[in-house]
Nanobody, 130 residues
Framework: QVQLVDSGGGLVQAGGSLRLSCAAS????????VGWFRQAPGFERAGLER?????????????VYADSVKGRFTISRDDTKKTAHLQMNSLKPDDTAVYYC??????????????????WGQGTQVTVSS
């Protein structure tokens, strides 16, 4: 079992930056792929699954980003501190969402889907004003 706590969200103007953190406790964090997903207002009510943002392999040597955030967001991890981060630069109003970190045992096609993850943080709200 892995417990995840997201933090770092807030209100920022377009063009600004935020750094999200994901703190883990429980089983060996370094064994898990860590991903970030987001859910924009209305997505949950519409029955749409969370949108993939970025993921980093347990080894830290492989990352994948959604096209919409490539070049603006950077995912990282520090297994000695059992934390992962999502550095978000050049934020846009379309980035407004609740952001969730997640941990899972796989590296493959499913890493861009919520199905590839077993454990989830509670979410942190990011609001980007225009």
């Amino acid at each position: 079992q892995v417990q995840l706590v997201d933090s770092g969200g807030g209100l920022v103007q377009a063009g600004g930056s935020l750094r999200l953190s994901c703190a883990a406790s429980g089983r060996t964090f370094s064994n898990y792929t860590v991903g970030w997903f987001r859910q924009a207002p209305g997505f949950e009510r519409a029955g749409l699954e969370r949108e993939f943002v970025a993921t980093i392999k347990w080894s830290g040597d492989n990352t994948v980003y959604a096209d919409s955030v490539k070049g603006r967001f950077t995912i990282s991890r520090d297994d000695t501190k059992k934390t992962a981060h999502l550095q978000m630069n050049s934020l846009k109003p379309d980035d407004t969402a609740v952001y969730y970190c997640a941990a899972g045992p796989l590296w493959g096609q499913l890493v861009v889907s919520p199905e590839g993850y077993w454990y989830w943080g509670q979410g942190t709200q990011v609001t980007v004003s225009s």
